[in-house]
Structures are given as C-alpha cells and as structure tokens.
C-alpha cells in the first residue's frame, strides 16, 4: 500500500484547509487511517484517526471541534479538514494506514503504511 498526501499550503490563521490521502496498490478499506503532524524540531504527534468503517472517529484535544476527518472507500482515500487554523498548528502533515480491530491507534508506532507528508504553514 502506498499512501500519498496532499493538499497543504499556506494559509492565515482562522482559514481552512482540507488534505487528501489517497492510497494505491491495493484497498484500504479494511485499514484504520490516521493523520499526524509533525512540527519543525519535535515529534510526530497524533491528530486524527477513523476506522475502517468510518463510523468511528477520535481526535486529539488541540484539534476537536476544529478538524473533521473522514474517508470515501470508492476513492480510496481518506480526508482531514481543518477549520479556524492557528499559527501553532503549522506542521508536517502525514497519513498513516494500519490493518487493525482495535481502536482507536494514536501511537505514530502502530502504524505500517505512510505517506509522504504535505506542509501546513499557518500566518498570524
């Protein structure tokens, strides 16, 4: 499986983004996804999560209520939108795949499968 992001930039802080994750050489639909960031000179942190159904979802506190992460199986691809950015939410954006019951995974670690990541710039 391989995984490719897309759809960061730069916008200022109270805009909106939304980010794509596609996936090729095979279906995800049986894989919870995940979306992480990475900001300049810390770790990986976890952001969003959905299971494979896409019935369950979880977030991180800095980011509930603000980001909504869902996923089409048709397209195979998973999706992070992000409303009402701040400067702090700056970072590198990465998906992450992994073929699992249990739920919700917010370790970087349980995850098999990347991608490539997508910059986030947020302007104050």
């Known amino acids: 499986v391989q995984l490719q992001a897309s759809g960061g930039g730069v916008v200022q802080a109270g805009g909106s983004l939304r980010l794509s994750c596609v996936a090729s050489?095979?279906?995800?639909?049986?894989?919870?996804m995940a979306w992480f960031c990475q900001a300049l000179g810390k770790e990986r942190q976890f952001v969003a999560t959905?299971?494979?159904?896409?019935?369950?979802?979880n977030y991180a506190y800095s980011v509930k209520g603000r980001f909504t992460i869902s996923r089409d199986h048709a397209e195979n691809t998973v999706y992070l939108e992000m409303h009402s950015l701040k400067p702090e939410d700056t970072a590198v954006y990465y998906c992450?795949?992994?073929?699992?019951?249990?739920?919700?995974?917010?370790?970087?670690?349980?995850?098999?499968?990347w991608g490539q990541g997508t910059q986030v710039t947020v302007s104050s």
């Open positions: 959905i299971n494979s159904s896409g019935g369950r979802t």
């Open positions: 992450g795949a992994k073929r699992a019951l249990t739920f919700p995974l917010i370790s970087d670690r349980d995850y098999d499968y």
């Open positions: 050489g095979g279906t995800v639909s049986t894989y919870s």
